[in-house]
């Protein structure tokens, strides 16, 4: 009998995490980005497909509080963000003790019209809740990273400090992101990170028709390969390789 104490997510009573579905299906906590809730078709189109894919006992998803309830506020600089999503991480993990944590988050940057002023908040909260040494996640999924700041400055310094394994899904055509960019931080970073790029995807992952056209492909297509590759590269992670 093995003497060796359980780990927090291995633990598991009769009266806690119980489901059908088997301790290997992971549990994702899915971040909105900074312009639209939970609740919008973006959003509840990725959940589901995140869920399939994965084979999620389930994909939680909730909203910031300068967003809920239907509100039309700036969001806050992202590291006020962090204690508020670290909270809905601890309950979901406290509900699924037996089964391994994937954080997802949509990009934390939009543009906003407040005071007369265009803002841009640049951030993926999901990422900076990894780093944090409570945090136990077997893996972050990054939906349109928002890497460029406004002054065209390179936002890296939470990615360089992960260590969970990272997948990005970037739009080739997302000015917030380019690839070029992402790929020299990606080569900088000391966790083990992948990249799938939405070919002709803006930073929503939306693709013009011409291009589709010319491709011969769908909108549905393109984003289905890449949900496909977020499911291999979750898969491999969640078998340590």
């Not at 299906?25 to 078709?41: I, K, L, R």
């Amino acid at each position: 009998m093995d003497s060796s104490p359980p780990t927090k997510r291995r633990r598991k009573t009769k009266s806690e995490g119980t489901n059908d579905k088997s301790s290997s299906s992971p549990v994702v906590v899915f971040a909105h980005g900074a312009g639209a809730p939970s609740s919008s078709d973006w959003m509840l189109r990725w959940k589901e497909m995140l869920k399939n894919a994965l084979d999620a006992v389930e994909v939680v998803t909730f909203d910031y509080p300068y967003i809920a309830g239907g509100k039309k506020r700036a969001p806050p600089k992202a590291e006020k963000l962090v204690e508020f999503h670290k909270d809905i991480v601890k309950k979901t993990t406290d509900k699924y003790p037996a089964h391994p944590l994937i954080l997802a988050g949509k990009s934390m940057g939009s543009r906003y019209k407040f005071m007369g002023f265009w803002k841009c908040r640049y951030a993926i909260v999901s990422c900076m809740v990894a780093a944090e040494v409570d945090i136990d996640a077997s893996a972050v999924i990054c939906l349109g990273y928002p890497l460029k700041a406004m002054g065209g400055a390179v936002r890296d310094e939470t990615l360089l400090q992960l260590t969970v394994p990272v997948m990005f899904v970037q739009g080739s055509k997302d000015g917030l992101c380019p690839l070029e960019k992402l790929e020299a931080v990606c080569k900088k970073m000391k966790s083990h990170n992948e990249l799938h790029v939405i070919n002709g995807g803006d930073h929503s992952f939306k693709i013009g028709k011409k291009h589709l056209q010319i491709k011969g492909s769908t909108q549905d297509q393109a984003e289905d390969l890449a949900v496909q590759g977020v499911s291999s590269f979750v898969s491999r992670c969640l078998k340590g390789k």
